[in-house]
């Protein structure tokens, strides 16, 4: 599987240093990003996954964030075997060689579109900028003809007078496109969208979704893409982890985990989406309780405290791995699995 | 649309103008008596005899005897059509004269220290903001509360008393002693930029202190913002990224007190430069308050005022001009 994967994440740690504790948002990721592929990353708020996506271009701030342990590998070439991999957990947050990759191997978008561009200066200058920075040789002149490609592109109409709009003078929509065509600007081998559509109304972020996948076809690249919408994640990703404090409690392709969703977890999501063909409309099914205070996490597996199909004197006591049940198809639970975490390190330790 | 904005600002400005000239003449007329009572007082008390004919004669010389809206009259429209502000009773000179003299100083004093203000409180107001919690912010968060608490006059006395005291030096004036009377030559221009730093530094302290809080404040709110982010998602240098956005941002309260801060340095100037003794105009502006020298007091409280609405003009229009939200949003 290695030869096909463009970034390898390996049991990432991404703690803050707070005054009131450390908030483990991150604890022992991993998950592979396959060429020209999509992984969804779903989960409720603070979960950790956009700070799992911050910590891959280094973008979480330090202090009080910082990268305590485990890999990130961007694989280089079309082979990724031969060529090597550059560790991005390694890097200088600062230095020249993350920035090299920011914009251009890796780029994002963001969640809010009013706030994403500089309100200072106009679209086409902000893709300019990019476009400049990262290709060699390339003349402001025809730089500025490509950021209006890449504005039409991304279905904006008269890109050319759009291009010397001020973001505030773009709807939300448009300035989202605006967004996606300057991520694009540089054909990165992958595209981090975090919640590019959760600030949209709904048929814009059906636009925004359709327009994604459209281009990440044309382009070949691949997305990571957060959301917390259920729906939207079916449409877009091949490959989905769901996440939950901080770590992934399930991974599978979208379709097996729509079809046999295994942790508790998962199931209470699932579950939780309403359906307006079922007959008599019961109660939203909503998940018991709320996620824990991240200074307060219970012991054993960080879920038990709101599993409906918690077992005492097990799921208090360890907290499970993340076992592959069915093949491709990996929970952490120990409903299916008895290995415990710290075990599965000792295994690969040795 | 900008020129357009700038003229209909422009034509604003007229009668404004005029209702500052007014509140100035009403101003100064405001306390009880007048010069020539002032002036009688001191001649009487001299021993000198003043009859009531003389007395009734000089009020008809400088038209003390008309009604308030005629001497009003008088006093503007010899401002507007002649250049003319009248004469000093105390000084026995035009206001023209006298003024000629230290409104340039007053001007080379409050630009050069507005300069000086923001060249100090804006690199370190975004030094502070990018390094929070640092040994460095906490020493400048100190500085800056002791500058805005002490007052201007306060500091020039400890800095004279400190210059005497360690370098044996007198730090008063803006020239040396051969220069104080010299006409305007080259080696005078550079005494004066030898001297001129200590007035500088003193009368800016208050203001660069205040901006220093007010830029690290701004800049604290717009690092977090997602266009930030955004800028550094895209690869650019850090300091490239900072200059480029949050600062540009952050700098709408610098531009937006240009007009403000004018008044500011003025009245923190009066006193520093009593104590210091700049020939600026400040002391004579509250020499002929004393004196209730009127068309003196009035013509420098109108130029002043008429300054500080020309430089709030100023910065609005820098706004509009340098924010396209603004310019956008309430200009179109």
């Avoid at chain 1, 977890?265 to 019961?282: A, C, M, R, V, W």
């Avoid at chain 2, 220069?179 to 030898?194: G, I």
């Avoid at chain 2, 005022?305 to 229009?317: A, N």
């Amino acid at each position: 599987m290695a030869h096909d994967s463009l970034l390898e994440i390996k049991n990432l740690m991404t703690h803050f240093h707070l005054h009131e504790g450390i908030v483990r948002a991150v604890d022992g990721v991993s998950f592979d990003v396959r060429r020209g592929q999509t992984l969804g990353i779903i989960g409720e708020s603070g979960c950790g996954k956009s700070v799992t996506v911050h910590s891959i271009l280094r973008l979480v701030p330090s202090p009080p964030g910082n990268i305590v342990d485990g890999q990130i590998l961007l694989h280089q070439g079309e082979n990724g075997m031969g060529a090597g991999a550059i560790d991005l957990a390694q890097l200088d947050p600062r230095g020249a060689q993350i920035r090299a990759i920011r914009g251009a191997e890796i780029s994002m978008v963001f969640q809010e579109p009013m706030t994403s561009f500089g309100p200072m200066h106009t679209i086409g200058n902000q893709i300019i900028e990019t476009i400049l920075l990262h290709q060699e040789g390339v003349e402001s002149s025809d730089a500025r003809a490509l950021a209006i490609d890449n504005l039409r592109r991304v279905g904006i109409p008269r890109a050319e007078q759009i291009v010397d709009a001020y973001p505030h003078q773009l709807s939300g929509g448009m300035r989202q496109r605006a967004m996606i065509a300057m991520a694009l600007s540089c054909t990165p081998r992958l595209l981090i969208a975090d919640e590019p559509t959760t600030a949209l109304d709904v048929t814009i972020q059906a636009q925004i979704l359709e327009l994604l996948m459209a281009l990440q076809e044309e382009v070949g690249m691949a997305v990571i893409f957060i959301t917390h919408n259920l729906g939207v994640i079916a449409e877009v990703a091949d490959e989905v982890a769901v996440m939950y404090l901080g770590r992934i409690v399930e991974q599978a392709s979208v379709n097996e985990l729509f079809d046999n969703p295994q942790h508790p977890y998962t199931q209470g999501l699932l579950n939780s989406i309403p359906h307006i063909d079922e007959e008599k409309l019961p109660r939203l099914r909503a998940i018991e309780g709320v996620v824990p205070d991240p200074y307060e996490i219970p012991s054993g597996c960080a879920f038990s405290d709101r599993c409906p199909s918690f077992m005492p004197g097990t799921c208090d006591r360890a907290m499970p791995a993340l076992d592959e049940t069915v093949s491709g198809h990996r929970v952490r639970c120990f409903l299916y699995s008895d290995v415990e975490e710290g075990l599965v390190e000792v295994e690969n330790g040795g | 649309m900008l020129t357009q904005y700038i003229g209909r600002r422009l034509l604003l400005l007229i009668p404004l103008v005029l209702i500052i000239s007014v509140i100035s003449f009403v101003l100064i007329q405001l306390p009880p008596g007048d010069i020539l009572n002032m002036e009688v007082l001191r001649l009487r008390s001299a021993g000198t005899q003043v009859s009531e004919e003389e007395v009734e004669a000089l009020r008809q010389l400088y038209g003390l005897d008309k009604s308030l809206p005629e001497q009003y009259w008088l006093w503007i429209t010899n401002i507007l059509f002649k250049g003319n502000f009248g004469t000093s009773f105390t000084y026995v000179k035009s206001v023209s004269e006298i003024l000629a003299a230290r409104v340039p100083l007053t001007a080379a004093v409050s630009v050069l220290t507005a300069i000086f203000v923001w060249v100090t409180a804006v690199p370190i107001g975004v030094y502070s903001a990018t390094h929070q919690y640092s040994l460095v912010d906490y020493f400048w968060t100190f500085v800056s509360f002791i500058g805005v608490a002490t007052p201007g006059f306060l500091l020039a006395l400890i800095f004279l008393w400190l210059a005497f005291v360690w370098f044996d030096i007198s730090a008063i004036g803006l020239f040396s002693q051969q220069y104080e009377t010299a006409p305007w030559s080259w080696a005078k221009l550079v005494n004066m930029l030898q001297h001129i730093w200590v007035p500088i530094v003193i009368i800016g302290m208050a203001n660069t202190a205040g901006m220093m809080r007010t830029m690290r404040g701004m800049m604290l709110d717009e690092l977090n913002k997602q266009y930030v982010i955004t800028a550094r998602s895209k690869g650019l240098t850090e300091t490239r990224l900072l200059v480029k956005y949050p600062v540009r941002t952050s700098m709408n309260p610098v531009f937006s007190t240009i007009g403000w801060m004018l008044p500011g340095i003025i009245s923190g100037e009066v006193l520093v430069s009593m104590v210091l003794n700049i020939p600026t105009t400040g002391p004579v502006l509250l020499q002929a308050l004393l004196n209730q020298d009127m068309f003196l007091a009035g013509s420098i409280v109108f130029i002043l005022s008429v300054l500080t609405v020309v430089g709030t003009l100023i910065s609005d229009i820098l706004l509009v001009w340098l924010d396209p939200r603004i310019r956008y949003e309430s200009v179109a």
